[in-house]
């Protein structure tokens, strides 16, 4: 997995309270659907590695 060094990434704020957001740069990033926001927020709280799981 390739990392991209901190000194070359703009932070990305994200607000789980209240009203779901993610900005980077002051900019609003859009999901394209509930379950991808879903995902987002679980691996988000759940930093640890995840294994891939797959559907079927």
Known sequence: MARLSSQTTTPIKIYLLGSFRVERDAQTIHFS????????????LHPEQ??????R
Do not use: E, N
């Open 33 to 44: 659907t509930r379950q991808v926001k879903s995902l987002f927020a679980f691996l988000v």
């Open 50 to 55: 995840h294994s891939q799981i797959t559907r």
